[in-house]
């Protein structure tokens, strides 16, 4: 289970985390991280967007306890 970051600080903008899963789907990639400040899509809020390493997050989806980042690159 991801550590879910947002939740104790909001603001966090900088992060370690260990990629515990990555794979393609279809286009794009998913990364599946130990702990993530990134706030998946949720309730009517839009998912936080930004950088792991070089790979653009583009999408945060939650599903079934998992946190899935998709990204523009492996």
Known sequence: ???KLYYSDAYT???EA???ESY???QRY??????TAFFP???GQSADT?????????????K???IRHYTDTP
Request: glycine share 14%; aromatic share 6%.
């Open 13 to 15: 903008k900088e992060f």
């Open 24 to 26: 393609a789907d279809g």
């Open 30 to 35: 998913v990364a599946i991280l130990d702990r």
């Open 64 to 66: 079934n306890g998992v």
């Open 1 to 3: 289970m991801t550590e």
């Open 18 to 20: 260990t990629v515990l």
């Open 50 to 62: 930004g950088y792991i390493g070089d790979s653009r997050v583009t999408d945060v989806k939650e």
């Open 41 to 43: 899509e949720e309730g």
